[in-house]
Each structure stands twice: as structure tokens, then as C-alpha cells.
């Protein structure tokens, strides 16, 4: 009998693996639909319950998501776009008049007679700045093309992987309860004894890491940028907002941070650049390792060391998406050793109620 249950397994087991192997390249983008969905899907139910048409209701939660990504990036832009031309038309002026030699260069040991030589000869005449950048970027052409062209192939790359996310959670707000039930029938004919408890641990790790994920952002956006104003940082809201969206993706923080640190450095506030970059290490290590695991345990009853490593896990083995999968899998570890144990409180009532009964 289980031989043949176990039969019955193999093909459906063996087509998975292919069609696996068929779309590697779209997993992906598969994946983060489904996550997006499954986080998104409490507000399309709510926004319908209120009498939106579906597909309303999927266009609207559709544009809000690419809004809320793309809108900061395009700010950014736009300010970087203004900080470029600022650099260019310095840039312009210096080379016009030629860049003058700052005076801790003549302090240097050993080495300050040949770089003042070499300062006076290439950067402090008029048109040397020019004639250095032409020559430096001439030097470094041919390595700066096969970059170019690798990362223009990797931008169209993840640009078409983007589409395809949005694309398929689309179709998933439209078509959803069609393929829940699909996947909801395939799970308990493949697995009849855990896909109950699969079903009802998913949206609740996933919406848990979720909350934890999007609270934390605005939390360090909001006391970043606090710490930015503080410092002394140039645009400290923008810095905010951008520390916010980076603190999404693991190492976003940090980088933000010390990029701030080091420009407030070479403004020459090294006292200021010092204590926002402790200021920074302190909160992003008590955030990561006590903030962060526990609202994202909380949903699933999950202890803060389970969700931590969870975490940790996810990341170090499947990048960003394993901030969602770690907690699953934990998830899902604890409800079956909560449940073992469970079941070995329920025998040993049972037997002691029999040793009761015979003793009486």
C-alpha cells in the first residue's frame, strides 16, 4: 500500500523538477509575485468587500506598489541630476584657473617635494584638471566599455525580470482564488497530513517578516535621518528617505550610514562623521538583532532566537528572498516539535489515567 502511494508521488514529484528546471531563470520573478500577493492580499480582498471591481482594485494596489519603488529613485535622480551639474561647473572653474595646492600637501613625509612638483606641473596650471580627466579616462576606456556592457545587459536583465514579477502578481489578483484552489488541491493530494498546517503558517511568516521588514525601514529612516540632521548632513529628509528604502535589502543601512559619514568627512566634520557612524553601528545592531526578530516572531509564535538565525540563514543562503523563507521554514520546524510535544503530553495523561483506573 505504501509502495504504491509512494508510486503515485513519483510522476507528480518528477514533473515538478522539470517544470523547475524549465523556468530556473523566472523562479524568481515567480516568487516574489507570489510573496507580494500573499502580503497584499488582506487590502485587494478589502478594497473589493467594498465594492471596487477586481480589476480596479488590482490596478490600483499594482500602481501603488510601483509607485512607492520607483518614486524615490526618481528623486534621487532628479537630485543627483542637480548635485552633477553643481560638480560640473566647479569642475569648469578649476580647470580655468587651475586647482591650487592645499597646504597639508607640503607636510607629507618623505613624499611631499615630488607631489608638490607633480601638483604644480598637472593640476595647478589652467587646462591641467582638463588634460588629467581626458588622460585618466582614456586609461581606463576600454575596462570602463566591457563594464558598460555588462551591466547594461544586467539592468535589462532584472528590468525584464521586474516585468514579469508585475505582470504575474497582476494576474494573481485577478485570477486568485482559481489558484488557490489549484494549489490547495494539489497540496492536500501530495501531502494530506501537513498541508493544512502549511497553509495556515505561509501567509502568517510571510505578512509577519512583512510587518518587521516595513516597520524597521521607517524606523531607521526616521532616526537616521534624525541623526543626519543632527550631524549636520546636507538634505538630511532625503538621506532619510533613501536610508529608509535601502534598509529594506539586507546591508542597505549600513551603506547609507557611512556613506553619510564619510561625505560629512570630507567636509572636514570628523567629529560629527565619527559619532554618526557609532550612532549608526549601535542602532542598526540593536535594531537587527532584538527589534527586527521579535515583530517578526510574533505572528507565528516564533522565539527570538528561531527568527534570528531564521533570518541570518535566509539571507547568507538565498539572498533577499530568504528573509522570507528562513522564518517559514522555522515556522514550520516549531508548529511540528510543538506538536510532537503536544501529542507526548496527551500519551502520558493517557497512561496515567489507565494507571489510575487500575489502581482504583
Known sequence: MTGTRYSRLL??????????????HFLGSLAWAALLAIITWPLHMRLIARGWPRVLSASTLLGALVVSFIGPALLLL???????ASVHRLVNKLNETGVPMPAWLADLPIIATSAHEWW????AVPGGLNTLIQTTVGDFMPHLTGAARTWGSTILANALYLFLTLL?????????????????????????????????????????????LFSIAILEGIVL??????????????????????ALIPGGAPLSFTMVS????????????LGLFMWGTIELFLVDKFVRPKLIGRKVNLPFLAVLFGLLGGVSTMGVIGLFVGPFIMAVL????????????????????????QES
Open 168 to 212: 504575474t502578481l497582476f494576474v494573481l489578483y485577478l485570477h486568485g482564488p482559481t489558484v488557490v484552489r489549484y494549489v490547495d488541491q494539489t497540496g492536500m493530494r501530495l501531502l494530506p497530513a501537513h498541508y493544512g498546517m502549511l497553509r495556515r503558517v505561509l501567509p502568517l511568516s510571510v505578512r509577519g517578516t512583512a510587518l518587521g
Open 334 to 357: 516549531f508548529v511540528w516539535l510543538r506538536g510532537g510535544y503536544d501529542r507526548v503530553l496527551e500519551e502520558r495523561r493517557a497512561v496515567a489515567d489507565v494507571k489510575v483506573e
Open 225 to 246: 535621518g534624525l541623526a543626519y540632521a543632527v550631524a549636520g548632513a546636507p538634505a538630511p529628509v532625503l538621506l532619510g528617505v533613501i536610508t529608509g528604502y535601502l
Open 11 to 24: 510522476l507528480p514529484i518528477g514533473f515538478a523538477v522539470v517544470l523547475a528546471l524549465l523556468l530556473q
Open 78 to 84: 532628479d537630485t543627483l541630476g542637480g548635485e552633477v
Open 120 to 123: 604644480e606641473k598637472h593640476l
Open 262 to 273: 564619510l561625505l560629512l568627512l570630507g567636509q572636514g566634520h570628523s567629529g560629527a562623521a
